[in-house]
């Protein structure tokens, strides 16, 4: 189930195939004819500290550039506008993909190249700069200082495919998987479109979910395009059954289950909102680390929980 537009990005992209097809429509020709696609692999943990990961995807792949290793970084900046300081976001993961691989590499002795790709998905064009070096304020001083001072800064430039720039029926034609073409389309154009009838956006592009249905790996990807069609539109269940009814009768058992989920996701958070009420009329203000905990109780913890704080005179005795 995917909810928000890092889960969907993730959801898809983190598969090398679908990260693959989504960078060779990307990339320069010569540049994608040179990577062994076949050895893309997504590189596990995380390399973005816990206060940044839950603005931006984080995604590392490796894979074979020539006989090197090319680190290829890929973000999804989510905001509404483009961001001015994306440069600088990226020149710090870069940085810290760098450290990690001295760190598993101790004795080399050069760097692999590093590409940083931002998929921007905002109502409008990007209009943000794209390279540190255009944010750094050179252009009240003396031609003769700019031109010392300018190679010495840190710089970085990023790959940008915005999807603001192109129209929809160039979108829905590229040369990339199917789940990597209806996630590009969800990102674009559900995002914002809350009240809206999700069979609106079923009939839009009916050919691409169809397919979807034939494999399970296009069902799995479903489950997270749907999902995420509900949340953003906010619908109620039925209406998403009602919508996936249009395309297939698998795709409605499909959606029906989707909606049963979202129904008992529904209840659970009311239940998490409930107790978190109760404990801090109890206790007073809670900790981040305490909210948290409650936010991610599942139904039995909950129940527990809402027996003992009848009980405790502690938030550690209740959360024991």
Known sequence: ?????????????????????????????????????DSLRL???????????TLHADLLFTARLGRQPVLLYVVLEHKSGADRWTAVQ??????????????????ATSLPPVLPVVVHHGPRRWNAPRTVLDLVDLG?????????????????????????????????????????????????????AR?????????RWPDLIRTLLNTPAGRRALIGLFSYL????????????AAAALIHEDARIMGKTIADQLREEGELVGRRKVLLHQVRKRFGDV???????????DIDTLDRWAERILTVTTIDELLA
Do not use: C
Request: charged share 25%; net charge negative; proline share 9%.
């Open 90 to 107: 990226l020149l710090r993961y870069v940085v810290r993909v760098i450290d990690r691989f001295l760190a598993d590499n101790p004795k």
């Open 43 to 53: 590189e596990p943990g995380s390399f973005v500290d816990d206060a940044l990961k």
């Open 287 to 297: 900790s981040p680390t305490v909210e948290e905990r409650i936010r991610r109780a």
């Open 230 to 241: 509900a949340a953003q539109l906010e619908s109620p269940p039925e209406r998403l059954e």
């Open 195 to 203: 009240a809206r009838d999700p069979a609106e956006f079923v009939l």
């Open 140 to 192: 009240s001083l003396p031609p003769n200082i700019r031109k010392f001072l300018s190679p010495l800064q840190p710089n970085l430039h990023f790959l940008l495919d915005d999807l603001a720039a192109h129209p929809e029926s160039g979108i829905k034609r590229r040369r990339a998987t199917e789940p990597a073409r209806l996630t590009l389309l969800f990102l674009q154009f559900v995002r914002g």
């Open 1 to 37: 189930m995917t909810h928000d537009h890092d889960s969907l990005f993730h959801h898809t992209f983190s598969e090398p195939e679908h990260a693959a097809s989504l960078l060779r429509t990307i990339l320069p020709a010569a540049l994608a004819h040179a990577i062994d696609w």
